[in-house]
């Protein structure tokens, strides 16, 4: 038995709703198929934007989405996606397949989703191939309101209201894939692009600077020494690889055993250690946690579905992906004093997507109803949760079994988030309230008795969220028992 404390009357800080953040790149079938299929499409759509997906997205509420990329960010110029489809610039897609980037999504199409998604948009920039002429332009032509030649330029496109632009990236792994570069050199140039994105009108750019990969500590030190001060938020990138290997294989989404199960989740858990000691080192600088921890890449990465093109990154989503989304969210909620955003990779058809889709057909993975479930903390209050958890032992490596989270809305709902990482054993739970006058109890589960389930085209529903009945409350106690492999949320009214 798991004895829990919950204590309702101490707040730990505000789980803010852009933890619940997306990212969409131009990358395999991510943007072009799964989100936007254009006008002429025989598939549904909104303004080119495929009404199946927009459907479901809209019922996530989700908060915030991250567009162009990725790698693709430093090598995107966004006046050739701007203006009449049809006299766009075609480019490779070079980091992604080396396949032909027509840019019929551009600036107007991404920001009218987000429009019809009732999302704030965040825009990554190009620091690796684009000049501070370019990047400055580009905030002017979105948010500037009076008169100027982006912002003409903007109303002979068709636009004639400013959109609100709220995140701003300055780069993407400039480390990396955007540009190569050593921390003291990106330093230098976060100061000078970051000081052209401009506040134009009521418009407030929240200036988010290219962080570390992984443990690349160093990374943080130097950004946080020279730029801490001209920065909102600062990024960070881990992914789950099942295989813990990068180079080699990483691992198939859906052909793993108990092995490749716990190593997952033990991989998953490593976000908290990662965010502890990256925190650690920006607290140096900015004690009073004004600089915020973007995580805005996470989730698993996997070998390709086989058959498929390997610049695509297209992976199944099974019942262990749920997992991994439900301990990373718990995670996040942990540390909500100094992250302030998180994004998984990515929406739909890339990586640890939300959504699959083929031709006309869609579907939704585990990884979205956990999304789903967990969607009732947004922008609530962090309660204490006192317990300890048992271990999750696998050969000689153990680590714990469960993964909770408590927060209460603002009408005073509590609302608690579970995960059994044990592939076959239950866990038995019981709750002491504090604090607390309600007396319903409600919620819902994911699971199965399969490690690897999955929704299929054929069985889109294999993996779905079922009714939890099973938990009792009474006299500020609550008891339940999570099956082996499952996510669960409750909400006590
Ligand atoms: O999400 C896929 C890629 O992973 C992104 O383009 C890049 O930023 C990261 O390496």
């Keep these: 038995m798991i004895n829990m404390k919950l204590n309702a009357g101490e707040k730990k800080g505000l789980i803010s709703r852009h933890l619940y953040g997306h990212f969409a790149e131009h990358l395999g079938r991510c943007v072009y198929e799964g989100l936007w299929v254009g006008v002429d499409s025989p598939i549904p759509n909104t303004e080119g934007i495929r009404n199946d997906v927009l459907g479901a997205l809209k019922r996530l509420n989700i908060p915030v989405l991250r567009w162009p990329g990725g790698c693709f960010a430093d090598e995107y110029h966004w006046m050739d996606g701007i203006g009449p489809a049809s006299g766009r610039a075609r480019?490779?897609?070079?980091?992604?397949?080396?396949?032909?980037?027509?840019?019929?999504?551009?600036?107007?199409?991404?920001?009218?989703?987000?429009?019809?998604?009732?999302?704030?948009?965040y825009i990554s920039g190009n620091v690796g191939s684009g000049t501070v002429r370019e990047m400055q332009q580009w905030?002017?032509?979105?948010?500037?309101?009076?008169?100027?030649?982006?912002?003409?330029?903007?109303?002979?496109?068709?636009?004639?209201?400013?959109?609100?632009?709220?995140?701003?990236?300055?780069?993407?792994?400039?480390?990396?894939?955007?540009g190569n570069m050593r921390p003291e050199y990106y330093a230098d140039l976060y100061r000078h692009y970051s000081t052209y994105v401009r506040n134009y009108g009521g418009n407030k750019v929240y200036k988010i600077a290219c962080g570390a990969n992984t443990d690349h500590f160093h990374w943080t030190e130097v950004l946080m020494r020279e730029a801490a001060g001209l920065m909102d938020g600062l990024s960070l990138h881990y992914y789950t690889?099942?295989?813990?290997?990068w180079f080699g294989s990483k691992g198939s989404a859906t052909e793993f055993g108990t092995d490749e199960w716990f190593a997952t989740l033990k991989n998953t858990l490593y976000m908290e250690e990662l965010i502890v000691k990256h925190s650690e080192i920006m607290d140096k600088y900015d004690p009073e946690?004004?600089?915020?921890?973007?995580?805005?890449?996470?989730?698993t990465w996997c070998d390709v579905e086989p058959g498929t093109n390997p610049g695509f990154l297209y992976q199944q989503s099974t019942l262990r992906d749920a997992l991994v989304a439900g301990i990373n969210l718990n995670i996040f909620h942990k540390y909500c004093d100094r992250v302030k955003m998180a994004n998984i990779a990515q929406l739909v058809n890339v990586l640890q997507a939300l959504i699959l889709t083929e031709g006309d057909k869609m579907l939704l993975t585990p990884t979205y109803?956990?999304?789903?479930?967990?969607?009732?903390?947004?922008?609530?209050?962090?309660?204490?949760?006192?317990?300890?958890s048992p271990e999750y032992t696998y050969g000689d490596v153990s680590i714990p079994q469960v993964s909770v989270s408590a927060s209460q809305d603002s009408a005073g709902a509590i609302h608690l988030t579970a995960c059994n990482l044990h592939h076959e054993e239950s866990a038995k739970f019981s709750c002491h309230i504090e604090g607390a006058l309600n007396r319903q109890v409600s919620g819902r589960i994911l699971t199965h008795t399969s490690l690897n389930a999955h929704n299929t085209f054929e069985q889109p529903?294999?993996?779905a969220p079922v009714a939890f009945e099973e938990a009792d409350l009474l006299d500020g106690v609550l008891e339940f028992e999570l099956p082996p492999a499952s996510v669960l949320v409750l909400s006590i009214n």
């Design 461 to 463: 529903d294999l993996v």
């Design 139 to 178: 905030v002017e032509y979105m948010t500037f309101d009076g008169e100027s030649p982006m912002a003409n330029l903007r109303r002979e496109n068709g636009r004639d209201e400013p959109w609100s632009l709220q995140f701003f990236g300055v780069g993407n792994e400039n480390w990396g894939c955007g």
């Design 91 to 121: 480019m490779i897609n070079n980091n992604w397949g080396g396949v032909e980037e027509n840019n019929h999504f551009g600036t107007h199409e991404f920001l009218r989703l987000c429009e019809l998604l009732n999302t704030e948009p």
């Design 241 to 245: 690889i099942p295989s813990g290997n």
């Design 369 to 388: 109803h956990v999304f789903d479930m967990y969607q009732v903390h947004m922008d609530n209050q962090l309660l204490d949760l006192q317990f300890d």
């Design 289 to 299: 946690k004004r600089v915020g921890l973007i995580i805005d890449e996470w989730g």
